[in-house]
């Protein structure tokens, strides 16, 4: 019963291209993140959404994009891919308020080449 | 500027006996703190957390112990078994009067191996 669904589980794409990556939730979440996993980096926060058509930059929002059309769905767009956003990209879901935690997708990882 | 810091990258212990990942933060402003594990390709999938009220929370063989003055949490597995060989994320959520969303702030990992 997968909850938070990644469309790719790998990438490779090169640099310059434009990358989409998309993440669709089926709990009716009002909260969806995308973070980046890098070794001794830990998961830094890239965007996030409250609503559909919200959007708020994280810690590192540089050289990225989101988009939230509809409730379900968050997707996160590279605008002309670098090699030094190869990493593995995770999204997450929340509830809004009380004290639950993220559901995670099980994450893209992007290679640029 | 890291709000949350796990110092030790690796920790490697027995089966059966126990583990225990560290956890620094920053900010006495955060409220609320959860740990996550995760496996190579996976997603991260959260495992306990604690409210800044408390100084202990207990489920199972997992335990997480948060010392506010020295701004310190810590997450105790007894026993330690082979299963529990992952990566672990310690997190923070910041009040911020409802207008933080929910967001958290991860510490860099842990990677626990629990030899046979």
């Known amino acids: 019963d997968v909850k938070v669904t990644q469309s790719s589980r790998y990438l490779v794409k090169r640099t310059g291209e434009k990358v989409f990556l998309e993440c669709v939730q089926d709990m009716d979440h009002e909260n969806m993140f995308w973070y980046r996993q890098d070794p001794g980096l830990g998961l830094r926060l890239i965007y996030f959404s409250y609503d559909v058509k919200m959007k708020e930059k994280g810690d590192i929002p540089e050289g990225y994009s989101v988009s939230r059309e509809k409730k379900e769905r968050f997707s996160l767009i590279l605008e002309s891919a670098s090699t030094n956003q190869t990493s593995m990209y995770l999204c997450?879901?929340?509830?809004?308020?009380?004290?639950?935690?993220?559901?995670f997708g099980s994450g893209t990882r992007l290679t640029v080449v | 500027d890291q709000q949350v810091k796990q110092n030790s990258p690796s920790l490697s212990v027995q089966e059966g006996r126990i583990s225990i990942l560290n956890c620094d933060y920053t900010?006495?402003?955060?409220?609320?703190f959860l740990w996550y594990k995760k496996y190579p390709a996976e997603g991260p999938t959260f495992l306990i957390s604690i409210s800044s009220i408390k100084d202990k929370n207990e489920d199972g063989r997992f335990t997480v112990f948060l010392n506010k003055s020295a701004k310190h949490l810590s997450l105790h597995i007894v026993p330690s078994q082979p299963g529990d060989s992952a990566v672990y994320f310690c997190a923070a959520r910041l009040n911020a009067g409802g207008t933080s969303y929910g967001k958290l702030t991860f510490g860099q990992g842990t990677i626990l191996t629990v030899h046979p």
């Open positions: 997450a879901s929340k509830r809004s308020g009380g004290h639950g935690g993220y559901t």
């Open positions: 900010n006495s402003m955060f409220d609320y």
